[in-house]
């Protein structure tokens, strides 16, 4: 079809984009390398096939959003399909009757037929996606007036970036299916294209015209994609190949939250948590330039939500647009101009994480921004001595005391007159207790430990407590940034577990943070154990009738559940809860619209329990109830002391709302006639 002329002309494009796109993708590649640790290459060729799954399917995706999620998969599914098309295109150029996949038969018929019906989708939806942003003006897309944001994108570099983007897909998309439709004028096409066809009427007969036309489309659909090779990796459109890589490379994680260890033994090391991009890990780097910037994740921040500085959206582009601006000088090895606190985001925005891991689970490319902040308050309280004054006092606590509340009183004053064994009394124990800080010292806890106790003892559980013996896992002070502090309370702790053979046997807690950290943190210091919750185990107790289920139903009985974070998201806890209520109380859990893995938050997270809550429009655990109250339900089952105590705060706030009880409360309380009572 084409010239010699053409054919020589598209060669030296070619050679000269791919020159220059070049240049921009090992700028790519140097800036990640920049950052700290490793890229995770373990287990390539099924984690690239996983990569490959989540890419095609867009299951993470169509999460959330349906009508955007499924015109998004047509544009992925058609652009994916375009590099194929591109391909034949280029072939069906260069040598004169070409046909790709031939003229005739099932795969050349499929392929026309496939290739016209995704232009079509990608037409669509790109310009929907153009309409939203511009006509519209879908205000999921912008950012509240207190959130930091780079000074490229004050001045409208996404909705520019956006603009060029999707105009070159409109025009290099249309360009090659109006090609397609003259070669149908001509007769020259083969296959069943229907629309392509539909439209093929409107360019006259005229041969010279058609032939021109014919030459004009080819070089518009394939022209563009050379003129835009080398602006590619500057734009927030590179997810489209960084997005599988960043579920390819980044860490295989224990559980979603998982922390990774900060080397504290190196003596080499000056700078601890992240103070600039460069000090965040590859992976973040990655997924700076995988963000799709969606703002999905903001949607679902607790944060965010009742207003405060933090967007996990906005750090993302805030540090793609940061390294935009220095992409050059930072793959030569110079340091970032700007630290991430200020240009990234906020102090205050740090600090209003609960690290509910939301952002990370929506997030439709793998990013973690969450991660992101817990590196930059390492660096604060470790290496710049800087955090709520708040949270001094509990420091001190888990440092002098073993615990964050401060208190020298015994660990064991809970369980008076309930004859609870430790591990002293009893070294031949099947299932060791964590009883945790909270039940230990906090009233309302104390009360939910009684009865998770005498449910074990009803049970005939072989079950023994640390006692004295047992201090605090650390979860504040990491969440926190005292990856210090954590340190000696997990060996510690670890040294106790080991030296009571807790290695060997389960552990069982009703605090989700507590069954974080020993279950899914502590391997990284040594201690491997299998940790499992306070509900989990009254599931088995009643499958195995060591527990009577319900013998009187009560359809009155109207409960909702609230999914702790560090349950439900973090862990995959979310039947155990549920089961347990329904099998123990003969009821249906009356659910909230956010709940099991999609849960909101309840504000004490992240180390939150232990500071004042950032200023904004509302309080997490407000409107939390609020939402729990708006079911009508008279109870919220909880399964964590810290949601207890969040909801109870709440509840005096909130007139008229549903009564707080843990579930093993509920489960104690409503057993059969003649069960023994605290």
Same mark, same amino acid.
């Given at each position: 079809?084409?010239?010699?002329?053409?054919?020589?002309?598209?060669?030296?494009?070619?050679?000269?984009?791919?020159?220059?796109?070049?240049?921009?993708? !090992?700028?790519?590649?140097?800036?990640?390398?920049?950052?700290?640790?490793?890229?995770? !290459?373990?287990? !390539?060729?099924?984690?690239? !096939?996983?990569?490959?799954?989540?890419?095609?399917?867009?299951?993470?995706?169509?999460?959330?959003?349906?009508?955007?999620?499924?015109?998004?998969?047509?544009?992925?599914?058609?652009?994916?399909?375009?590099?194929?098309?591109?391909?034949?295109?280029?072939?069906?150029?260069?040598?004169?009757?070409?046909?790709?996949?031939?003229?005739?038969?099932?795969?050349?018929?499929?392929?026309?037929?496939?290739?016209?019906?995704?232009?079509?989708?990608?037409?669509?939806?790109?310009?929907?996606?153009?309409?939203?942003?511009?006509?519209?003006?879908?205000?999921?897309?912008?950012?509240?007036?207190?959130?930091?944001?780079?000074?490229?994108?004050?001045?409208?570099?996404?909705?520019?970036?956006?603009?060029?983007?999707?105009?070159?897909?409109?025009?290099?998309?249309?360009?090659?299916?109006?090609?397609?439709?003259?070669?149908?004028?001509?007769?020259?096409?083969?296959?069943?294209?229907?629309?392509?066809?539909?439209?093929?009427?409107?360019?006259?007969?005229?041969?010279?015209?058609?032939?021109?036309?014919?030459?004009?489309?080819?070089?518009?659909?394939?022209?563009?994609?050379?003129?835009?090779?080398?602006?590619?990796?500057?734009?927030?459109?590179?997810?489209?190949?960084?997005?599988?890589?960043?579920?390819?490379?980044?860490?295989?994680?224990?559980?979603?939250?998982?922390?990774?260890?900060?080397?504290?033994?190196?003596?080499?090391?000056?700078?601890?948590?992240?103070?600039?991009?460069?000090?965040?890990?590859?992976?973040?780097?990655?997924?700076?330039?995988?963000?799709?910037?969606?703002?999905?994740?903001?949607?679902?921040?607790?944060?965010?939500?009742?207003?405060?500085?933090?967007?996990?959206?906005?750090?993302?582009?805030?540090?793609?647009?940061?390294?935009?601006?220095?992409?050059?000088?930072?793959?030569?090895?110079?340091?970032?101009?700007?630290?991430?606190?200020?240009?990234?985001?906020?102090?205050?925005?740090?600090?209003?994480?609960?690290?509910?891991?939301?952002?990370?689970?929506?997030?439709?490319?793998?990013?973690?921004?969450?991660?992101?902040?817990?590196?930059?308050?390492?660096?604060?309280?470790?290496?710049?001595?800087?955090?709520?004054?708040?949270?001094?006092?509990?420091?001190?606590?888990?440092?002098?005391?073993?615990?964050?509340?401060?208190?020298?009183?015994?660990?064991?004053?809970?369980?008076?007159?309930?004859?609870?064994?430790?591990?002293?009394?009893?070294?031949?124990?099947?299932?060791?207790?964590?009883?945790?800080?909270?039940?230990?010292?906090?009233?309302?806890?104390?009360?939910?430990?009684?009865?998770?106790?005498?449910?074990?003892?009803?049970?005939?559980?072989?079950?023994?407590?640390?006692?004295?013996?047992?201090?605090?896992?650390?979860?504040?002070?990491?969440?926190?940034?005292?990856?210090?502090?954590?340190?000696?309370?997990?060996?510690?702790?670890?040294?106790?577990?080991?030296?009571?053979?807790?290695?060997?046997?389960?552990?069982?807690?009703?605090?989700?943070?507590?069954?974080?950290?020993?279950?899914?943190?502590?391997?990284?210091?040594?201690?491997?154990?299998?940790?499992?919750?306070?509900?989990?185990?009254?599931?088995?107790?009643?499958?195995?009738?060591?527990?009577?289920?319900?013998?009187?139903?009560?359809?009155?009985?109207?409960?909702?559940?609230?999914?702790?974070?560090?349950?439900?998201?973090?862990?995959?806890?979310?039947?155990?809860?549920?089961?347990?209520?329904?099998?123990?109380?003969?009821?249906?859990?009356?659910?909230?619209?956010?709940?099991?893995?999609?849960?909101?938050?309840?504000?004490?997270?992240?180390?939150?329990?232990?500071?004042?809550?950032?200023?904004?429009?509302?309080?997490?655990?407000?409107?939390?109830?609020?939402?729990?109250?708006?079911?009508?339900?008279?109870?919220?089952?909880?399964?964590?002391?810290?949601?207890?105590?969040?909801?109870?705060?709440?509840?005096?706030?909130?007139?008229?709302?549903?009564?707080?009880?843990?579930?093993?409360?509920?489960?104690?309380?409503?057993?059969?006639?003649?069960?023994?009572?605290?």
């Amino acid at each position: 079809m084409l010239t010699v002329i053409e054919k020589l002309l598209f060669i030296v494009l070619v050679a000269a984009a791919l020159v220059f796109a070049g240049r921009g993708f !090992l700028y790519m590649f140097k800036v990640v390398m920049r950052g700290e640790g490793t890229l995770n !290459l373990t287990r !390539l060729p099924a984690r690239a !096939l996983e990569a490959l799954s989540i890419y095609l399917s867009q299951r993470t995706t169509l999460r959330a959003r349906p009508l955007v999620s499924l015109l998004h998969l047509g544009v992925v599914w058609g652009f994916t399909f375009y590099f194929l098309v591109n391909v034949g295109d280029v072939l069906e150029g260069y040598f004169p009757d070409f046909k790709f996949l031939g003229t005739s038969g099932l795969l050349a018929g499929s392929y026309r037929l496939v290739a016209d019906l995704l232009s079509v989708a990608v037409l669509v939806g790109v310009a929907y996606f153009l309409i939203r942003r511009f006509v519209l003006k879908d205000k999921a897309l912008t950012f509240r007036e207190n959130i930091t944001l780079h000074p490229m994108v004050k001045a409208g570099w996404i909705r520019r970036d956006s603009l060029i983007v999707g105009v070159f897909i409109l025009a290099h998309v249309g360009s090659r299916f109006l090609g397609q439709s003259v070669q149908i004028a001509q007769g020259h096409a083969v296959g069943p294209q229907p629309f392509a066809t539909a439209i093929s009427g409107i360019w006259g007969t005229n041969e010279g015209w058609l032939t021109f036309l014919d030459h004009f489309f080819w070089w518009a659909a394939l022209g563009l994609i050379v003129g835009f090779l080398p602006y590619f990796p500057y734009t927030k459109h590179a997810h489209l190949f960084m997005a599988p890589l960043n579920f390819l490379t980044r860490p295989q994680r224990t559980s979603l939250g998982e922390l990774e260890k900060e080397d504290l033994e190196d003596e080499s090391k000056e700078q601890f948590g992240a103070a600039r991009l460069e000090h965040l890990p590859k992976t973040s780097l990655v997924d700076a330039f995988s963000c799709i910037m969606c703002n999905r994740c903001q949607d679902v921040c607790p944060a965010y939500v009742t207003g405060k500085e933090l967007s996990p959206s906005a750090l993302e582009v805030n540090k793609r647009y940061m390294i935009r601006e220095q992409m050059a000088s930072m793959a030569a090895g110079k340091e970032s101009k700007d630290p991430l606190l200020g240009h990234a985001i906020s102090e205050s925005a740090v600090w209003a994480c609960t690290s509910c891991g939301a952002c990370i689970d929506i997030c439709p490319v793998g990013n973690e921004p969450m991660l992101d902040i817990l590196d930059i308050r390492r660096d604060l309280a470790m290496v710049q001595a800087s955090f709520p004054g708040d949270l001094k006092n509990a420091f001190n606590g888990m440092e002098r005391q073993g615990n964050p509340w401060q208190l020298n009183e015994s660990r064991m004053k809970w369980a008076e007159g309930l004859d609870v064994p430790t591990v002293e009394d009893n070294p031949d124990y099947e299932i060791l207790y964590w009883v945790g800080c909270a039940a230990a010292f906090e009233p309302r806890a104390q009360q939910t430990a009684r009865a998770f106790v005498q449910l074990l003892k009803l049970a005939g559980v072989n079950f023994a407590v640390l006692g004295e013996m047992e201090a605090c896992t650390g979860d504040t002070a990491r969440r926190a940034g005292r990856e210090d502090l954590y340190l000696g309370m997990a060996e510690a702790n670890i040294e106790t577990l080991n030296g009571v053979g807790a290695q060997h046997k389960r552990i069982v807690s009703m605090c989700p943070h507590c069954l974080h950290n020993l279950g899914k943190e502590y391997h990284q210091f040594g201690g491997n154990y299998k940790v499992i919750h306070s509900t989990e185990l009254i599931e088995e107790l009643i499958n195995a009738g060591k527990l009577p289920a319900s013998a009187h139903p009560s359809k009155q009985a109207n409960v909702t559940f609230h999914d702790p974070c560090y349950l439900g998201r973090h862990n995959d806890v979310v039947d155990a809860p549920r089961n347990a209520l329904s099998k123990g109380l003969g009821i249906e859990v009356t659910e909230m619209p956010r709940h099991g893995k999609k849960s909101f938050c309840c504000g004490a997270g992240g180390a939150q329990f232990w500071k004042e809550e950032e200023h904004g429009e509302a309080r997490v655990n407000v409107v939390r109830y609020e939402e729990a109250k708006a079911t009508g339900a008279a109870t919220v089952a909880v399964s964590c002391p810290f949601c207890m105590r969040m909801f109870s705060d709440a509840s005096g706030e909130v007139k008229g709302g549903p009564e707080v009880k843990d579930v093993v409360e509920l489960l104690w309380e409503r057993l059969e006639p003649g069960a023994p009572k605290n």
